[in-house]
């Protein structure tokens, strides 16, 4: 907190199609902050390229993100939207905060485990690290709350031990943040492969569902979802297909599962995947709309990248004021 006000703080990155996992899962949760707290939200261009990135689509996908976020209710006079790197101090308590923290934590973190397999060829430092780079994010802005997928909870524990160190040895200088993990941030699946996470670079598309695919994409692939051999909309053991499209139907609808297996009671799987396609097509649509036409101003797209900079640095150099002085630097 810099005031009384708490300060949300959270990060997407800008390396992939968005799909509505990380719709549901996080971006939509971001408006869902009152007016009276202070809420950061970043387009974490720095953790790209922990993976190899052509860059101009990581420009590209860098005005995408942040037009996502606009597009899907953050409206940037109300929070603060901003590109990681356009301020530089992310990189800077970055690198103090990797000398508190342990070799032995990074080593535990089960997305670096999952990276490192997946890009066998670029276990690169920045790869390893990762985790205090976000743990450096979220101390900048003394953030009370992050709002994540489950995925990130790993991350969000880690920085939170970085901070009770750092605070124990030179006294009071971070706030500890809390995950905010709401029960619609839980993890979408994948619609092929419904026992793994519904992932960006899958490289089977049926598997998922982009926030910018149109209508009839959409409706083709969760009419192509994996279920199984049973044919009730019901929850249960074995039944992963199922119950991750119930759980996309809730999120999108707002009903229960309860609601939603006595709306689909002896109803069978074709005509619940194709509600749940619609659903979605109905939720994505303004979504869409909206990027379309932020897209087309990229002038105005810049405008709130430097406003969203100017604003985060003005913060952050308050938190690397204390910081430095605290490690003894000179001046
Ligand atoms: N690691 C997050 C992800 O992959 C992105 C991220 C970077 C982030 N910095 C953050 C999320 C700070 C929350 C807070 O999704």
């Known amino acids: 907190m810099f ?5 949300v703080f959270s990060g997407v990155q800008p390396s992939g199609n968005l799909t509505i996992g990380n719709y549901l899962g ?13 809420r950061f939200y970043c387009v974490v261009d720095l953790h790209a390229i922990t993976v190899r990135q052509v860059p101009a689509e990581l420009r590209r996908r860098t005005y995408e993100t942040l037009a996502l976020y606009i597009a899907c209710g953050l409206d940037p006079q ?7 790197s356009q301020v530089p101090a992310h990189a800077e308590l970055g690198w103090i905060l990797d000398c508190y923290t342990m070799f032995g934590e990074l080593s535990r973190m089960t997305q670096f485990k999952d990276k490192s397999a997946k890009h066998a060829d670029n276990i690169n430092a920045g790869l390893f690290t990762y985790p205090s780079l976000m743990a450096a994010d979220i101390l900048l802005y003394q953030t009370d709350i992050v709002p994540v997928g489950i995925d990130q909870k790993q991350h969000l524990e880690l920085a939170r031990d970085v901070a009770n160190r750092f605070n124990t040895v030179h006294g009071d200088t971070f706030v500890v943040p809390e995950p905010y993990i709401p ?9 092929q492969d419904p026992a793994s996470k519904m992932s960006k670079s899958d490289p089977n598309e049926n598997a998922v569902v982009r926030i910018l695919d149109e209508p009839d994409a959409i409706m083709r692939k969760f009419k192509r979802a994996v279920t199984d051999s049973d044919s009730r909309v019901a929850r249960g053991e074995g039944k992963d297909g199922i119950n991750n499209l119930i759980s996309i139907y809730c999120a999108f609808t707002g009903k229960t599962a309860e609601e939603t297996e006595r709306e689909f009671d ?5 005509g619940f995947k194709a509600a749940v396609g619609e659903v979605c097509v109905s939720a994505l649509r303004p979504v869409q709309e909206e990027f379309a ?10 405008s709130v990248m430097k406003q969203g900079a100017e604003t985060a640095a003005y913060y952050a150099r308050k938190t690397m004021s204390k910081v430095r002085r605290k490690l003894g630097f000179v001046g």
């Open 183 to 191: 029960a619609s941030g839980m993890k979408i699946m994948s619609l």
């Open 266 to 270: 002896g109803k069978g799987y074709g």
């Open 3 to 7: 005031d009384n006000r708490k300060v």
């Open 26 to 38: 996080a971006i939509k949760n971001f408006t869902a902050f009152p007016e009276d707290t202070m």
């Open 293 to 302: 036409r932020l897209m087309a101003d990229k002038a105005y797209l810049e």
């Open 78 to 84: 109300k929070n603060t939207l901003f590109v990681q």
